[in-house]
Each structure stands twice: as structure tokens, then as C-alpha cells.
């Protein structure tokens, strides 16, 4: 007998199943059945106690795609190009593999913007990448679309831009003492919590509009040096050094020099209004202060001498 459709869960695939397909996880458990492609083998434990079913394959080779056809309804594509090329090889394969899909969202990178000049970037500007990362990004978007539209699948394209969390901060940045530049040669930069970004993935597979861009950024907005040193001061670590931008393209790698070179200020207005998003980490500043004050009282609780109760800390 065939099942009612009202019982019915979608098969999702979470392919790029790191942070944000973790954070993922618990947002869609009871509510479909998931599946986590990954190249390693020894993660498969991690994704199962997670309620994912592990797929090992390999996004960079093709010959291990072959599952995948016919495997999922829904596809959130979480992983990165390859670190070569001008082409997005890993999204060419996996489009290739996948077959018809219902729905489909993409995280993408706010770099596909370039530079911008600080000027406030709507979804509607036009991309000029300006390095192969940001290459890789908008050809990676570009056969998405073409995709999308042959096998009438609903695409959302989300362009995130810096993602932090309390694991995720430039604390090790900041005790090297690495360099920021003044403040009239700096850069405004965006942000996006990482547990927010993985809200904003699931809801786009329910709610985003067929091929849809949408800006998935929180309302900050502040400059580069502004947010190490408000990162700073929540930890009560030294502020960064100020260099002018000639000084500082002496001792930065080129591409933390890249980072420093483009400057924007992301609009948000369509992801609060087209999916109705609500984030619970609106401001980096008001975060920071929580991510501090909860590594003080981490500090402080007595620590138990079973590994049992060091677990369950």
C-alpha cells in the first residue's frame, strides 16, 4: 500500500556535513530522513549518533558518486570548491551525479561581490570576484542554476559571509599579535553565527523562492579591526596592532591580505522578509559578551575528577 503523503518524510542530503551540517542535524531530526555524504571514513560514528546516515564518497572523484542518483528529494550543498581552478570541479560532479531533485539550497560566499568600496549590497549587484575562491563561488552558482532550471528543481542560493561561534573566533589571531589595519584603510567585513546560518539552510529548503539569492548576514556592521578588537576586549586579550595598509601587505599572508582588501556592507531585508528569518544572534558585539561571560563561568564550575561528569560538563 502506498503511504499517505501526509506521513511522508523527504529524504535529505547533507553533502559538506562539517560545523554547519552538524549544527543541521538536530534541526531536522523527526523530520527527514537524512543522509551526510563525507570522504572519511572515520567520521561515519559521528554522523549515525547524530541521525544521519553516512555516505562515503568523494566530491573529487566522480566514480564514488554513483549512489547518490535517485537518493534524496532534497540536497543542501555545504561543501567548499576545490582550492585550484576557476571552475567549482566538486559542484560540476555532484550536479552531475545527483539526477532530479525536489529542492536544493547552496551556501555561497558574500566574496562573490568583490570589492565594493563599503558601499550597502543588495542581492541584485552584479558578482566581480576578484580571486579564484571567489571564482570558484560564482561558476559554482552559475551551474547550479543551469541545473535547477533543466530538472525543475527549487534552488536557494544563500551568500554567507564570515561565519563565527564561540569555537570559532580569532582568539589565536589575536595572542600572535597579528597586525589590523588603521581605520582609515579599513575594510568593513559581515558576519553570520554559525548556528544561525544552519536555521537559515533548513528554512530556505522550506520556504526559498526558485532560484532566489538571499543575503545571509546578521545586522552588523563593522569594520575588520573593529570586530578583533571588540573580540579582544570580551576576552580580555590585547588589541591588535593598527598598520597602514603598505605596512601591513609586508607581514600578512597574501590571502589574509586578500580579506583585508574588500570592503561591503551586506542588506539583509530579504532574508528577513522572503524567509521570515528572525536571527538569535543579531549583533556580534551583544554575542561576543555572552560567548565571554560563559567561558568565565566555564572557568569558574568546579571541575569533577570521573570522565563521566567531565563529559556531561
Not at 81 to 107: C, F, I, N, S, W
Not at 130 to 142: K, T, Y
Not at 196 to 219: E, F, K, S
Not at 238 to 248: F, G, H, I, K, V
Amino acid at each position: 500500500m502506498t503511504r499517505s503523503p501526509v506521513f511522508h518524510q523527504p529524504r535529505l542530503l547533507i553533502v559538506g556535513c562539517g560545523d554547519v551540517g552538524m549544527r543541521v542535524l538536530p534541526l531536522v531530526r523527526g523530520r527527514c530522513r537524512v543522509f551526510a555524504l563525507t570522504s572519511q571514513p572515520q567520521r561515519c560514528a559521528e554522523l549515525r549518533a547524530a541521525g544521519a546516515i553516512p555516505i562515503v564518497a568523494d566530491l573529487d572523484r566522480p566514480d564514488t558518486l554513483a549512489r547518490l542518483r535517485g537518493l534524496a528529494d532534497w540536497v543542501l550543498h555545504l561543501a567548499p570548491p576545490q582550492p585550484d581552478g576557476a571552475a567549482d570541479r566538486r559542484t560540476r560532479h555532484l550536479v552531475a551525479a545527483l539526477g532530479k531533485v525536489e529542492r536544493m539550497a547552496y551556501v555561497s560566499t558574500t566574496g562573490v561581490y568583490g570589492d565594493c568600496g563599503g558601499e550597502l549590497v543588495h542581492e541584485s549587484r552584479p558578482v566581480a570576484p576578484r580571486n579564484a575562491r571567489a571564482q570558484r563561488r560564482v561558476d559554482a552558482e552559475r551551474v547550479l542554476r543551469a541545473w535547477a532550471l533543466v530538472n525543475g528543481t527549487r534552488l536557494s542560493i544563500l551568500r554567507a559571509p564570515g561565519i563565527y561561534a564561540a569555537d570559532r573566533l580569532p582568539l589565536k589571531r589575536l595572542e600572535l599579535g597579528t597586525p589590523a589595519l588603521r581605520p582609515e584603510d579599513d575594510v568593513y567585513t559581515n558576519h553570520i553565527h554559525a548556528d544561525d546560518l544552519a536555521r537559515i539552510a533548513w528554512v530556505a529548503l522550506l520556504r526559498g523562492r526558485p532560484g532566489r539569492v538571499v543575503n545571509a548576514v546578521d545586522d552588523t556592521r563593522m569594520k575588520m579591526a573593529d570586530y578583533f578588537d571588540a573580540v579582544a576586549d570580551a576576552f580580555h586579550m590585547a588589541r591588535p596592532p593598527r598598520l597602514a595598509r603598505a605596512e601591513l601587505q609586508q607581514v600578512v599572508t597574501p590571502m589574509l591580505l586578500s580579506y583585508m582588501s574588500e570592503s561591503r556592507r551586506l542588506d539583509n531585508a530579504r532574508l528577513k522578509r522572503e524567509l521570515r528569518m528572525r536571527l538569535r544572534y543579531p549583533d556580534v558585539t551583544a554575542a561576543l559578551a555572552g560567548f565571554a561571560a560563559n567561558s568565565a563561568l566555564d572557568r569558574a564550575a568546579p571541575r569533577s575528577g570521573t570522565i563521566a561528569d567531565q563529559k556531561g560538563h
